[in-house]
């Protein structure tokens, strides 16, 4: 079902437009815009940098390993799944692997930025839905069996209100997989540049997603093995002037053996073992169906 922005009424149309208070939302391009007055601002995220990601996603071992710990999440806990909403959707570079691992799922791709849906758009089936949105005024009720967010909250300022509205959009039964950036103290230069409000450790990420009503499934770190290496990065991005984020991105001769060293991590994660500590955090949770 959709909720009204405008007057919060809950309403179940193909269509958007309030049958309620008549509101409808201007459409531009087939894209539904419902928070206009983010998409030219930087308020969170630098919209010139989603023409850089469509060109490096898919040669970068990390974008390429976080997907396949996500399939791995989605496929463990939500086997069943049908339909599917991302918040902070960038250039479509999950939503189109996960339409591959999933044939025949409706998704729903959310971004504040059109740019970052133009690139979606190519990369999305026909039936994908693209809106535009506010990722913490999320205009479903119930409407989708999981809700992500995939490295997007530390870029929200009201995380919590964002988590609310993921758990509103969320299907009784249905859940949450969310990825994050780890460990507060790894702040530098980097998540300043990548426009981050924030690093999360794992009680504070924790305590947030259950406030907003969901019970954790699984939590645990990944992107561990290559920790050290990550701590090195980041020691220089501390001591460095003019370095640039695209520098962390720039596919080289070690993707591969990197993404080797990744494999034997989630084979790691699939057999039950919680790392500790690592550059980044998963959370899979589910929204309990209350009793009657």
């Known amino acids: 079902m959709k909720k009204c922005l405008n007057c919060d009424f809950v309403y179940e149309s193909v269509a958007w437009g309030c049958p309620s208070c008549g509101v409808v939302p201007p459409i531009v391009g087939g894209v539904v815009r419902l928070a206009p007055e983010l998409d030219e601002s930087c308020e969170g995220f630098d919209s010139s940098v989603f023409e850089f990601l469509a060109e490096r996603e898919a040669g970068s071992f990390w974008f390429a390993s976080r997907n396949k710990m996500i399939e791995w999440g989605l496929k463990k806990f939500f086997p069943e799944t049908e339909s599917l909403l991302e918040a902070g959707c960038g250039t479509g570079f999950v939503l189109s692997h996960i339409e591959r691992s999933f044939p025949g799922i409706r998704v729903c791709g959310a971004e504040a ?69 780890q460990h507060q103290w790894l702040w530098s230069k980097y998540d300043e540049m990548s426009f981050h409000r924030r690093r999360y450790g794992a009680r504070e990420l924790k305590e947030k997603i259950e406030a907003a009503g969901f019970a954790i499934e699984r939590m645990t770190s990944f992107m561990t093995l290559l920790f050290p290496a990550m701590l090195a990065s980041r ?58």
């Open 235 to 292: 020691m220089v991005w501390m001591i460095s002037s003019g370095r640039e984020v695209s520098t962390e991105l720039r596919p080289g001769l070690m993707n591969a053996a990197m993404e080797r060293i990744m494999g034997a991590e989630r084979a790691a994660v699939k057999a039950g073992a919680r790392l500790p500590f690592g550059g980044s955090l998963l959370v899979v949770a589910k929204k309990t169906i209350p009793c009657s």
């Open 113 to 181: 930025f059109s740019r970052g849906l133009e690139f979606a758009a190519k990369r999305l089936s026909p039936r994908a839905e693209l809106i535009q949105m506010d990722a913490t005024r999320v205009p479903f009720y119930e409407e989708f069996d999981v809700v992500c967010a995939f490295d997007v909250l530390e870029h929200i300022e009201n995380d919590t209100g964002a988590l609310a509205g993921m758990f509103e959009a969320a299907k009784p039964g249905g859940g949450i997989l969310v990825t994050v950036p």
